[in-house]
């Protein structure tokens, strides 16, 4: 026997669904409390399963047991706010989000545009050898390999990037960079 798709897309069809689901909530109820031992948490997860269980209507196979697959959609659901759960730190006196700091964005746009402009600035072969050893992190004989030139030539060719680019940037030495780890790496810096 073949069997059709229930689909939200016809209005017959979206009335029987509408009935259909309105008609297991309570055993969806029932079965999210006894995940969850919580009211408020096993609504939020009856409605989650009412919801991807009209939009994804169109799976449903008329027929087959409804019940059993929104129980599907719902322990899935359940399942997946757990794993999230997990991951989540509790912070109920807000301690680790007064610990939390992020720098502002624009400066540290601002310091970009300029550090790239210096970079743009230096000979190629200068900017090549300091992009590969301080941002891309091959060793200085790995860019040596890569540039066809004697290892003494990379080292060279690196350091007097990174003073040209200090001179550049009006710093007094790397100390002086951004909090960018990819600046500071290229300029000599701990990233």
């Known amino acids: 026997m073949m ?20 008609a297991a909530i309570p055993a969806l109820r029932a079965f999210a409390f006894s995940l969850t031992y919580d009211l408020d948490r096993s609504d939020d997860l009856v ?4 919801v991807r269980a ?7 196979r008329r027929g087959t047991n409804l019940t059993a697959w929104l129980f599907t959609i719902l322990r899935n ?22 610990r939390l700091s992020s720098l502002p964005e624009q400066e540290i746009r601002v310091e970009m545009g300029e550090f790239r402009a210096a970079l743009d600035r230096l000979p190629y072969s200068q900017r090549e050898a300091l992009i590969l050893v301080g941002a891309q992190n091959f060793t200085y004989e790995e860019a ?17 990037a990174r003073g040209r680019l200090i001179e550049a940037l009006g710093m007094q030495g790397t100390d002086d960079i951004g909090a960018d780890g990819l600046t500071r790496a290229a300029l000599g810096g701990a990233p």
């Open 3 to 22: 069997t059709q798709p229930l689909t939200p897309a016809a209005g017959l069809v979206d009335a029987e669904m509408r009935e259909l689901l309105l």
């Open 47 to 50: 409605q989650d399963t009412l």
């Open 54 to 60: 009209w939009t994804k209507a169109d799976s449903f």
């Open 77 to 98: 659901l359940f399942y997946s706010e757990q794993r999230k759960r997990k991951r989540e730190i509790e912070d109920a006196d807000g301690a680790h989000a007064a």
């Open 144 to 160: 040596a390999a890569i540039c066809g030139v004697a290892v003494g030539t990379v080292k060279s060719r690196v350091s007097r």
